[in-house]
């Protein structure tokens, strides 16, 4: 009778996991990734509001060292075309300019400044320069917060006024501050000659300089809408000033005198919930901002709009406590 051979088990062999297991171990995974993906984005956020500060606190260093050099600060904006009227002193005889055109030498764009001043122009063209190839389409990162994605590729993201042909800021200069609330005409309004040395009675410390705007801003729901508005670096045409405190969306003061700031938005949709006559933050529950004395302040979205008219108030004689 034939033996048979004997079949010994494999040692170190595993069986493979069952379905079941198999499925609880992916179950397991996701809910791991939908833990950690928060904080993960939340960091990222944390990181780009983080630069953000940084920008503006070299914002408020540059205007500093500008009204050092000048012994003022700049002017909102320069008028559209040229008038010995308008833009006085060591500010006179441009056109197109705005606060963050004078600033270009003071945030290592000094090459991009002299090419302007060469015909003391915005429209000065650029070499190689996209867009409309001149120097008010040309993306200045440093105006730019990483958190704000209204406007790809840096440009505004309408046709309206041709503001796709026009690189967009993130940040916006206070018209108390940078005006002259009491002058006359619109345009005169928008052509103050502030000294940080005197024009802060209520103290640097306690009057917002510069806050956040979205570079493209809408209500319809489109961007690309006539009602779709902006904030662009470098253009002193009316609505798309970069400009806050002014309280109307075609940011054109038509009163005298200074206004009570009207109060921030954070983090709103910027195709169906930006007002574009106030300033608006891309981060959520916070405006960040610049102060008179160059530091950099991150204001809770919950201050009151009193509070905040009177921050952004340089001269009204109240005081705010701690805000």
Same mark, same amino acid.
């Given at each position: 009778m034939s033996s048979r051979p004997h079949h010994r088990p494999l040692v170190g062999v595993r069986r493979g996991f069952t379905l079941v297991e198999l499925l609880v %171990?992916?179950?397991?995974?996701? *809910?791991?990734?939908?833990?950690?993906?928060?904080?993960?984005?939340?960091?990222?956020?944390? !990181?780009?509001?983080?630069?953000?500060?940084?920008?503006?606190?070299?914002?408020g260093l540059a205007l500093h060292t500008i009204n050092d050099a000048k012994r003022y600060l700049p002017p909102i904006t320069a008028p559209t075309s040229r008038d010995p009227l308008l833009t006085r002193g060591p500010f006179y005889g441009v056109v197109g300019f705005t606060v963050f055109t004078w600033l270009l030498p003071y945030v290592e764009q000094a090459p991009l400044y002299?090419? !302007?001043? *060469?015909?003391?122009?915005?429209y000065t063209p650029v070499p190689g320069a996209p867009g409309a190839g001149v120097i008010y389409s040309v993306s200045v990162p440093l105006y730019l917060c990483p958190t704000e994605m209204s406007s790809p590729g840096g440009l505004g993201a309408t046709t309206s006024g041709g503001a796709n042909q026009w690189a967009v800021g993130h940040y916006a200069t206070n018209y108390n501050v940078f005006g002259n609330p009491g002058a006359a005409t619109p345009d005169l309004r928008m052509q103050g000659a502030s000294r940080i040395s005197q024009s802060f009675p209520d103290g640097t410390s306690n009057t917002v300089m510069v806050a956040e705007r979205y570079g493209t801003c809408g209500s319809s729901g489109v961007a690309d809408d006539p009602s779709t508005n902006g904030c662009l670096w470098s253009d002193s045409n009316s609505r798309w000033r970069p400009v806050f405190c002014v309280n109307e969306t075609m940011q054109t003061p038509s009163t005298q005198g200074f206004t009570a700031c009207a109060m921030f938005q954070t983090a709103p949709n910027w195709r169906s919930g930006c007002d574009s006559s106030?300033?608006?933050?891309?981060?959520?529950?916070?405006?960040?901002? @610049?102060?008179?004395?160059?530091?950099?302040?991150? %204001?809770?979205?919950?201050?009151?709009? @009193? @509070?905040?008219? *009177?921050?952004?108030?340089?001269a009204d004689g109240l005081t705010v406590g701690d805000w």
């Amino acid at each position: 009778m034939s033996s048979r051979p004997h079949h010994r088990p494999l040692v170190g062999v595993r069986r493979g996991f069952t379905l079941v297991e198999l499925l609880v %171990v992916i179950a397991i995974i996701g *809910t791991l990734i939908g833990l950690l993906l928060p904080a993960v984005q939340a960091a990222r956020e944390a !990181a780009r509001s983080m630069q953000c500060k940084n920008h503006l606190k070299q914002v408020g260093l540059a205007l500093h060292t500008i009204n050092d050099a000048k012994r003022y600060l700049p002017p909102i904006t320069a008028p559209t075309s040229r008038d010995p009227l308008l833009t006085r002193g060591p500010f006179y005889g441009v056109v197109g300019f705005t606060v963050f055109t004078w600033l270009l030498p003071y945030v290592e764009q000094a090459p991009l400044y002299d090419l !302007a001043m *060469t015909q003391r122009t915005v429209y000065t063209p650029v070499p190689g320069a996209p867009g409309a190839g001149v120097i008010y389409s040309v993306s200045v990162p440093l105006y730019l917060c990483p958190t704000e994605m209204s406007s790809p590729g840096g440009l505004g993201a309408t046709t309206s006024g041709g503001a796709n042909q026009w690189a967009v800021g993130h940040y916006a200069t206070n018209y108390n501050v940078f005006g002259n609330p009491g002058a006359a005409t619109p345009d005169l309004r928008m052509q103050g000659a502030s000294r940080i040395s005197q024009s802060f009675p209520d103290g640097t410390s306690n009057t917002v300089m510069v806050a956040e705007r979205y570079g493209t801003c809408g209500s319809s729901g489109v961007a690309d809408d006539p009602s779709t508005n902006g904030c662009l670096w470098s253009d002193s045409n009316s609505r798309w000033r970069p400009v806050f405190c002014v309280n109307e969306t075609m940011q054109t003061p038509s009163t005298q005198g200074f206004t009570a700031c009207a109060m921030f938005q954070t983090a709103p949709n910027w195709r169906s919930g930006c007002d574009s006559s106030r300033a608006q933050s891309p981060h959520s529950g916070i405006m960040n901002v @610049t102060l008179g004395d160059a530091s950099v302040r991150s %204001v809770d979205g919950s201050i009151s709009p @009193t @509070t905040w008219a *009177t921050v952004c108030h340089p001269a009204d004689g109240l005081t705010v406590g701690d805000w």
